[in-house]
């Protein structure tokens, strides 16, 4: 059945083989037996969320998730153009796959994501074995594209743009945790120097306030979410468009019964209201922690960047959240090595992580994206002078970090239990406190199961980097009460 293009029929049906006693489901004239999909996400907690939602789609043709990329019937990547480590991690990845599809002509392979909006056409063409490319704005119609490629639409490329005025959709989860990303806005206004995001996500849409609150009562009544995390490339710009903001949405959301907690990103400082920040006192639900992407302390290369603030009204937003909220737990970004970046420049983001106090940074090098303005900068650093400086940043933040951790202990914090670590050999579990602080504990029970509970920890050590907990009470799975007052870190 070959060119069939876009399905006419968008209600998939099934039914039971009577021959292989196997679900079958049926859709614009196919018929979709049990498929296994494998998928390689790259990039921040926007694409990640991306995907699930990708997950979530298939399952409605009959593909369920595998973790062995030898055994998919289809193959996605979900791509990154911001990191080139990422980048060029996808290239690789990419390049290997012609060897699965020469095992089995029948694999289909797919790209999506921000490289797929930018670049999709010319993936298609230069890689033989990609069958497809999607860009980051019709990711709900996954299912579309892979029955166009089933029903014999040979390579193609789509990135068209959702003109739609209104951005509406419901949160699909895939997993068993109580948490969920719940994306409100998408696309970037900002259009910051050294950034892609504006040029592969597009502009800026919000979701209504009434739709986000009722998905997330569906998501809290239905699939037991308890911890949520608003998204958005910008999520303070939500709501502009709608005369509502994120002020009024965590109000509103703070009133759910049975979630626990809400928190968000990312943040442009820019767009940190005074009504946001009187929420952070106000909120019962909303995280004690921030993370408010500074990018520099130098005022000079903030300009540069195109990020519309100063490093004092950066540092102005701090003390307010701190009075508003003073047990806030403020992060941050750090881009070290911004073209032409001077040492003095550089000593004035030392000078801020000095003032802002941060509990942890995320930094990166500068690297150029193809596209941007700050691509077309004169600069005269090298990656020697870039790595120096990012190595300096790291260890002078770590001796910050140190000092403002260590207070921790003894003290008791409550976490909720996403997984197991290693450490030296001895098995333990380990979780984030309500500030988003990772502790370690051992488990007084070697066999039980603690994923997902919520525990009451001492903090028995405290390093820059994480801290252990001796397990003082197991809450189980829910809390009967929202009670972070003893638990603030
Ligand atoms: S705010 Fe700036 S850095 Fe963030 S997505 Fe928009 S353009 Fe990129």
């Known amino acids: 059945m070959a060119g069939l293009g876009k399905r006419q029929n968008t209600g998939e049906t099934s039914f039971i083989d009577n021959v292989t006693g196997q679900k079958i489901v049926k859709l614009g004239g196919l018929e979709f037996p049990p498929r296994k999909v494998w998928m390689k996400t790259f990039g921040c907690q926007m694409?990640?969320?991306?995907?699930?939602?990708?997950?979530?789609?298939?399952?409605d043709l009959n593909f369920s998730h595998t973790e062995e990329k030898e055994s998919a019937d289809l193959i996605l990547f979900n791509t990154c153009a911001i990191r080139d480590l990422a980048n060029t991690k996808f290239y690789s990845q990419l390049g290997e796959i012609k060897h699965n599809k020469k095992k089995n002509e029948k694999l289909?392979?797919?790209?999506?994501?921000?490289?797929?909006?930018?670049?999709?056409?010319?993936?298609?063409?230069?890689y033989k074995h990609l069958d497809f490319a999607f860009g980051t704005d019709v990711?709900?119609?996954?299912?579309?594209?892979?029955?166009?490629?089933?029903?014999?639409?040979?390579?193609?490329?789509?990135?068209?743009?959702?003109?739609?005025t209104d951005f509406s959709i419901e949160t699909k989860i895939t997993h068993g945790s109580p948490q969920a990303f719940v994306n409100i806005i998408k696309g970037c206004n900002k259009y910051c120097s050294y950034c892609i995001v504006p040029y592969t996500r597009g502009k800026e849409r919000s979701r209504k306030c009434k739709e986000v609150v009722e998905d997330v009562r569906k998501l809290v009544k239905?699939?037991?979410?308890?911890?949520?995390t608003l998204l958005g490339q910008n999520v303070n710009s939500y709501g502009k468009e709608n005369n509502e903001s994120l002020a009024m949405l965590i109000t509103e959301l703070d009133k759910i019964e049975g979630l626990e907690?809400?928190?968000?990103?990312?943040?442009?400082?820019?767009?940190?209201?005074?009504?946001?920040?009187?929420?952070?006192?106000?909120?019962?639900?909303l995280s004690n922690h921030l993370h408010l992407p500074v990018q520099s302390g130098s005022k000079a290369v903030l300009e540069r960047m195109l990020r519309e603030y100063t490093p004092e009204h950066f540092?102005?937003?701090?003390?307010?959240?701190?009075?508003?909220?003073?047990?806030?737990?403020?992060?941050?970004?750090?881009?070290?090595?911004?073209?032409?970046?001077?040492?003095?420049?550089?000593?004035?983001?030392?000078?801020?992580?000095?003032?802002?106090?941060?509990?942890?940074i995320y930094s990166y090098v500068y690297s150029a994206r193809k596209g941007t303005k700050a691509a077309k900068m004169p600069d005269s650093l090298t990656d020697?002078?870039?790595?120096?400086?990012?190595?300096y940043l790291q260890s002078y933040q770590l001796k910050i970090q140190e000092k403002l951790r260590a207070p921790l202990k003894g003290k008791t914090l409550r976490v909720l239990v996403d997984g197991q670590s290693n450490q030296k050999g001895i098995k333990k579990w380990k979780g984030r406190t309500n500030g988003n602080r990772i502790v370690h504990f051992e488990p007084v029970d070697a066999d039980k199961n603690y994923?997902?509970?919520?525990?009451d920890l001492e903090i028995t050590s405290a390093t820059a980097l994480s801290c252990q907990g001796k397990l003082l009470k197991d809450h189980g799975k829910k809390i009967e009460s929202h009670d972070f007052q003893c638990s603030l870190g």
């Not at 694409?47 to 399952?59: A, F, Q, T, V």
């Not at 797919?110 to 010319?122: L, N, Y």
């Not at 940190?272 to 639900?285: M, N, P, R, W």
């Not at 020697?384 to 190595?391: P, Q, S, T």
């Open 451 to 455: 994923l997902w509970h919520w525990v």
């Open 139 to 164: 990711i709900d119609s996954i299912n579309d594209l892979v029955f166009r490629s089933y029903a014999g639409d040979g390579k193609f490329s789509v990135n068209a743009w959702d003109r739609s």
């Open 108 to 126: 289909v392979v797919g790209v999506g994501g921000c490289v797929a909006q930018t670049e999709g056409k010319a993936l298609v063409k230069k």
């Open 222 to 228: 239905y699939q037991g979410i308890q911890e949520i």
């Open 47 to 59: 694409n990640y969320h991306d995907s699930e939602r990708i997950l979530s789609h298939l399952k």
């Open 384 to 391: 020697d002078i870039r790595g120096e400086r990012l190595r």
């Open 261 to 285: 907690l809400i928190r968000y990103t990312t943040s442009h400082p820019y767009d940190v209201s005074d009504e946001l920040i009187a929420v952070h006192g106000t909120a019962k639900k």
């Open 315 to 360: 540092l102005n937003l701090c003390n307010k959240l701190r009075k508003a909220n003073p047990n806030i737990i403020l992060s941050t970004d750090i881009i070290v090595g911004f073209p032409n970046e001077t040492q003095e420049e550089f000593e004035a983001t030392l000078k801020l992580l000095d003032e802002a106090q941060f509990d942890f």
